[in-house]
């Protein structure tokens, strides 16, 4: 994926330059601008507010209302579908239908629609074989879906994950990813693994979903926030933890939560995505959207995320705060303890120096991830040719690219797989079902009744599994058709993904439904299993007054107070120095970013009063001490 250069502005004036500089570019627009993934991605979705319905109609009117109402001159420009754009069933042709009814004119004409009106144009796939809305999927077909976008003109993919969810997430989302760089078409790339707490999200997309669904309720609004602020280390200039769509202007979202939900959306950089009906939407809420100078913070150009830096209870002892929903409470839940069962089981298992991990060795380990993956996690498919077989498949040597001459060797009627010197013959060749980019079995040669198969710990050739039964339509959410648990199948054992970097990685998981287990991949030697992402410091998220806070381009901070606490009356919330990593005798200026107006100077700590349910957001800017 490739983005256009940053805009380059003075450090301090960045906030304010960032701002003017876009209104103006928007006002003479008449293309859309560049596709750049280096900020975070701001526009509108279809999904809080219209589900399973989007059509043409809507996105023509957003892209009237958004360009009337200034949204689109705040920076708002990708107009994203949902699910339910696509038809069930592919073309006869083997291509994505969009549904007829909803959009007579075809996406590609929409797209060049709105193209023409200065505005980017997304859309949503899923990395199993149906949406979540029972619709087309796009698993084994990756690499035509990802040429259909790019002919359509497709902006921003958003990739959900609902079926077949016991493939390991990187081996599924990565196929994707290669096969948009492929067509070489610029491309947003959102996905949603189901976990926020790996190392290689990063490594895969532009942006990432951390948490469940938000809904239009103030514990959905917390509860993400808090499960996103976990993950706030894997995020960088490019590559984003998503808290999910903005509920602002949905169900009886109020203005002060509203505030609290931009207000931490902006602080986290997460993407800015309009979830609400604009033909209805109250004037109070469309302005909340359009704050320049919180925009400018979510787009700051060091794009380094926020995060949870103290919580206090009432001054009088009441702990009673905003407490995150049940599925937030068990995903923070998980996270936490995954880090510590990796944490331990890294420290029990044997090491290479001491010889005892490399006698065990079997040919499969953890996956490496860029930018650290080494010679001995990469492998080339040399082709030798058409054999006379079954099948008439094209044979392929399994190259490993450390030794340059090993290859995978099968034995004879099934077992252990091992390397030796590649010399030809008819046990070191392979044949893969992906005649493209895609997911595949991997067949030894002579016998394509076997399958590469692994279970995380051994490599082996074995009897091949077919998928059960009467899945293809039902293989969602732990799902079951005549009685069988589809998203458990040992197939997931059997099937592999050889990546753009060279990897071969597996899509088995010892997990089901939530994949929160490092992937696995062929190699020829064994590594250390991968580290958790460092997590923030840990703060008591239950408690009512709390600061977030977090750094922009130019030594400033940017810092929002909440008061999450249920009674309705206000509070005063303080940030301490030491809670924002500034030195004692630090001065700073203070801007209150709600309110456009400059406060007085403060040193030591900073002060506001906060409503129920409400957040102040403030700009510090240290005084240059020299």
Same mark, same amino acid.
């Given at each position: ?54 059509? @043409?109609?809507?996105?023509? @009117? ?6 009337? $109402? ?21 073309? +006869?042709?083997?291509? $994505? ?94 996905? &949603? ?37 976990? +993950? ?70 060091? +794009? ?65 991830? &860029? ?26 040597? $399994? ?16 077992? %252990? ?166 030195? &004692? ?13 400059? $406060? ?14 409400? +957040? ?8 240059? %001490?020299?």
């Amino acid at each position: 994926l490739t983005h256009p250069p940053n805009m380059v502005v003075a450090p301090f004036q960045s906030l304010a330059v960032y701002a003017c500089c876009l209104c103006l570019s928007r006002a003479v627009a008449v293309k859309p601008p560049p596709v750049s993934v280096r900020r975070p991605p701001m526009g509108f979705n279809t999904w809080n507010h219209f589900h399973m319905n989007p059509n @043409e109609t809507i996105f023509l @009117e957003t892209a009237e209302s958004f360009a009337k $109402l200034g949204l689109q001159d705040a920076g708002y420009i990708f107009l994203n579908s949902d699910d339910g754009w696509l038809s069930p069933n592919r073309s +006869a042709a083997g291509d $994505l239908v969009a549904m007829p009814a909803q959009f007579p004119s075809g996406i590609a004409a929409l797209t060049r629609k709105l193209h023409d009106l200065g505005f980017l144009f997304g859309i949503y796939g899923c990395a199993s074989e149906t949406t979540c809305g029972s619709r087309m999927g796009s698993l084994y077909h990756e690499s035509r879906d990802a040429k259909q976008y790019s002919r359509m003109g497709v902006d921003y993919l958003k990739f959900d994950d609902c079926g077949e969810m016991n493939l390991a997430s990187y081996a599924k989302f990565s196929v994707m990813r290669d096969a948009i760089a492929q067509t070489g078409r610029p491309m947003v790339y959102s996905f &949603e693994p189901y976990t926020g707490s790996r190392i290689w999200l990063g490594t895969v997309g532009n942006s990432w979903r951390t948490g469940p669904d938000a809904t239009p309720h103030y514990s959905s609004i917390l509860g993400n926030a808090f499960v996103n602020n976990l +993950a706030a280390n894997l995020a960088g200039p490019g590559h984003f933890n998503d808290a999910d769509m903005l509920e602002i202007g949905n169900g009886d979202i109020t203005l002060a939560e509203s505030r609290t939900q931009f207000s931490l959306w902006c602080l986290m950089k997460s993407p800015l995505l309009i979830g609400a009906d604009l033909q209805t939407i109250a004037p109070a809420f469309l302005e909340l959207m359009k704050n320049v100078e919180l925009i400018a913070v979510n787009q700051d150009e060091a +794009a380094i995320q926020g995060t949870l830096r103290a919580a206090f209870p009432y001054a009088n002892g009441d702990v009673r705060g905003g407490v995150p929903t049940v599925a937030a409470a068990a995903a923070i839940g998980r996270i936490l303890d995954t880090a510590a069962r990796v944490d331990k089981e890294t420290a029990d298992r044997p090491t290479a120096s001491e010889g005892r991990a490399a006698a065990l060795f079997t040919g499969i380990t953890f996956c490496e991830f &860029e930018p650290n993956i080494t010679a001995h996690q990469m492998w080339l498919m040399e082709s030798i040719g058409t054999e006379s077989s079954s099948n008439n498949a094209n044979q392929v040597h $399994l190259v490993a690219v450390k030794q340059g001459t090993t290859c995978l060797v099968s034995t004879k009627h099934g077992g %252990t797989v091992m390397m030796a010197p590649c010399d030809g013959s008819k046990q070191q060749s392979w044949i893969s079902d992906g005649a493209d980019i895609t997911i595949a079995h991997i067949h030894p040669g002579d016998d394509v009744s076997l399958c590469l198969t692994t279970n995380g710990t051994t490599l082996e050739t074995a009897a091949c599994i077919a998928k059960p039964t009467n899945c293809s339509s039902d293989w969602n959410h732990h799902s079951s058709a005549n009685g069988i648990d589809c998203t458990d199948s040992p197939r997931a054992g059997q099937l592999w993904y050889l990546n753009a970097r060279g990897q071969l990685s597996s899509t088995y998981s010892n997990q089901s439904f939530f994949d929160f287990e490092d992937p696995y991949c062929l190699a020829t030697s064994p590594g250390p299993r991968p580290m958790p992402p460092q997590l923030p410091p840990m703060v008591n998220h239950t408690l009512p007054r709390q600061v977030w806070a977090g750094p922009v381009a130019g030594g400033a901070i940017a810092v929002v107070l909440l008061n999450t606490g249920a009674e309705n009356s206000s509070v005063t919330v303080t940030a301490t120095w030491a809670n924002l990593g500034l030195g &004692e005798g630090v001065t700073v200026s203070v801007r209150d970013m709600w309110a456009h107006r400059n $406060l007085d100077t403060a040193s030591g700590s900073v002060s506001a009063v906060v409503g129920s349910h409400d +957040a102040v957001a403030l700009l510090l800017t240290p005084h240059n %001490t020299e």
